[in-house]
């Protein structure tokens, strides 16, 4: 029998409902150098120290009201010695103004124990709670190598990257090269986490405040806790909603559920690595969904395809049973959802954070004639002029959960280096979403030699699908600094569209919200002088949205002076939902249960998907039984 999770609900996930990081689980300790070095001229007449003072206070000035901060210093009690730090502001909810007091009154005199400090460092962080998962960040401002020796700058970092999931060390190196630029170099990437380098005052300050802002921005995790096992006959058993998991280099994950024969069941993971932390081109996360001992019915295989730095990762699988119901995977039983991952060697080892989201979805009800599949772009294909307008600004979320609605029109946000930002598109049956990227013309830092980053997007269906672009797009661009433009869409959305073999087209089979992820490559933190560089998009809806899945459904028509959608056919006539042509709920829905009184974070813990999708894009390859 299939296993519930250790002093859990008997549907195999913990009882006490996993939180965002909103509720504290992400926090910040800066770690600054007081050395004696920092005494020195920065060349610009003031020390390095009254430069790291005007840079500390434009990092607080930019982080969030109350987030969890702490500021630890080394070298600045004495002359000598290799235990010479302390943490003078504990992490705890932000106090601008006591972090500014307590830089202006330090002095630099002593030595540089890095090593001992990021020790100290990563015990200055509160532990995660009642199964939350967050971003704790550990800082590293230094101008120079360690001097003490022991214990191993490297070898710290290592271990605490490997022992924790969602400890991240950045580091910032000030006019720092040789052999103190590769220390702060090993450092970051052991640590899960990015080197920013800093020749100046200026560009001191716009690296720390990439690195802190990229702690306070973090994914935002909702779900329920679900251990799962390595092998099928322990795995906890799931019923439809959304769970948070982790895993680790070369482990697979089973979780257990029930089907019927006539249901489609998806079921979709996302990883989220520390943004930038090291990665290979061939990094990957795997899902499938298995029936008996050694039957496939459907796997998926997502990965970077790129070595820039690791961004969020979406594999998702789905078992659609055939029109005839004579294959294996048909059958009603037990089914497991299997999770792997697969990292090169020299890539992030630490465990990665798992959103899963498992949906099951109704057929239609008998009789009901499905509208044709539709393969084709169509009106929605690149050449479509993108939206114009002056665009209105918005502020995209940090993932699914709190991804940003956008309407029809130009939207202009601001992202950093490693982000990645999220938005959410509505687009019923007959619609298809079609939007295009533009990433700004910005000032960029002097540099012998021109370099390159990247932006990147990624369409996702209601039930978190990767939507392939196929011939007809390309979802990244290198960028400079200089201006770049990426298009993207969907075919349009139709309930056969499950039948097609296309990665194009196989996944839009449901109307809801669609989700846009918008990257910006970790590279740009050493292009461009802006700490954020800004991003457009121009989005748009096409085609008439139609009341339901079925041949010849009436088209949904907004009738602006009433304030609400009614439903009328092509010559206005109105026809309620409940006679066009009764589907069943056949739609994509979300069913959220509340979080109880106080709660700040709500819980899906009933997710139940009456459409969904499968296969994805540029990014993944897929196959099925």
């Known amino acids: 029998m299939p296993a519930t999770a250790a002093g859990g609900a008997a549907d195999g996930t913990s009882a006490a409902p996993a939180t965002t ?10 770690v600054l150098d007081s050395s004696g070095s920092m005494a020195d001229d920065d060349g610009t007449g003031r020390t390095r120290m009254e430069s790291a003072r005007t840079a500390v206070g434009t990092v607080v000035d930019g982080l969030p009201d109350g987030y969890p901060t702490g500021l630890r210093v080394y070298g600045a009690d004495r002359q000598r010695g290799c235990t010479d730090t302390r943490l003078v502001r504990p992490v705890q909810a932000l106090d601008r103004a006591a972090v ?58 290592e271990r605490l990257g490997k022992d924790g999931t969602g400890l991240r060390i950045d580091t910032v190196g000030f006019q720092v090269k040789g052999r103190a630029r590769e220390q702060l170099e090993c450092i970051a990437e052991a640590g899960n986490g990015r080197y920013y380098d800093a020749p100046d005052a200026k560009s001191l300050a716009r690296q720390l405040q990439r690195a802190a802002q990229l702690s306070s921005d973090g994914y935002r995790f909702r779900g329920r806790r679900a251990v799962g096992a390595a092998t ?35 079921f979709s993971a996302t990883a989220v690595p520390q943004p930038g932390a090291a990665v290979d081109t061939f990094d990957a996360l795997r899902t499938s969904i298995a029936y008996g001992t050694d039957s496939s019915c459907a796997t998926d295989t ?89 665009p209105r600004d918005v502020r995209g979320g940090t993932g699914f959960n709190d991804a940003e609605k956008l309407g029809k029109g130009a939207w202009r946000d601001r992202i950093l280096p490693s982000q990645t930002l999220w938005y959410k598109v509505p687009a019923g049956w007959g619609q298809q979403v079609r939007y295009n990227v533009e990433f700004a013309n910005e ?48 075919v349009p959305v139709a309930w056969t569209n499950r039948y097609e073999y296309r990665s ?97 974070v709500v819980v899906i813990a009933g997710l139940v998907f009456v459409r969904g999708g499968r296969r994805s894009a540029t990014q993944t390859t897929r196959g099925s039984a």
């Open 21 to 30: 990081s909103r509720d504290g689980s992400s926090s910040l300790v800066m």
């Open 100 to 157: 500014k007091q307590a830089v202006t009154d330090l002095r630099p005199r002593g030595d540089t124990p890095v090593g001992f400090s990021l020790q100290k460092a990563a015990k200055d962080l509160p532990e995660p709670v009642d199964g939350s998962i967050g971003t704790r960040t550990i800082l590293l401002i230094s101008d120079g190598a360690d001097t003490c020796g022991t214990p191993r700058p490297c070898e710290v970092a």
């Open 232 to 266: 099928g006959d322990r795995a906890p058993v799931l019923v439809p909603g959304q769970y948070l998991d982790t895993v680790g280099p070369g482990e697979k994950r089973y979780y257990a559920v029930g089907l019927d024969a006539v249901s489609t069941a998806d």
């Open 302 to 390: 997502a990965r970077f395809y790129q070595t820039k730095g690791a961004t969020p990762l979406t594999s998702a699988v789905a078992r659609i049973p055939s029109a005839e119901g004579s294959r294996g995977c048909d059958r009603a039983g037990r089914y497991w959802l299997v999770v792997e991952r697969e990292s090169k060697k020299g890539s992030d080892a630490a465990q990665w954070p798992l959103e899963l989201v498992y949906g099951v979805e109704a057929p239609l009800k008998k009789g009901v004639t499905p509208a044709a599949s539709a393969p084709e772009y169509g009106a929605g294909g690149k050449n479509a002029v993108p939206a114009s307008g002056n």
């Open 443 to 490: 000032p960029t830092v002097e540099r012998v030699a021109p370099m390159y980053s990247y932006g990147a997007t990624q369409l996702f269906t209601p039930a978190r699908f990767p939507v392939g672009g196929g011939a007809e797009f390309t979802s990244s661009t290198l960028y400079s600094g200089r201006p770049a433009a990426i298009r993207m869409g969907s």
């Open 504 to 600: 194009t087209v196989r996944p839009v089979h449901a109307g809801g919200e669609f989700y846009i992820s918008v990257t910006l490559g970790a590279q740009a933190a050493e292009i461009t002088e802006n700490a954020r560089i800004g991003v457009v998009l121009r989005v748009s809806v096409l085609g008439d949205e139609r009341a339901g899945p079925e041949h010849h459904a009436a088209v949904i028509a907004e009738k602006p002076d009433e304030g609400e959608r009614k439903w009328a056919d092509k010559k206005g006539n109105s026809a309620s939902p409940g006679d066009s042509g009764g589907t069943g709920g056949a739609g994509w829905t979300g069913v959220a249960a509340a979080a109880g009184a106080g709660a700040v």
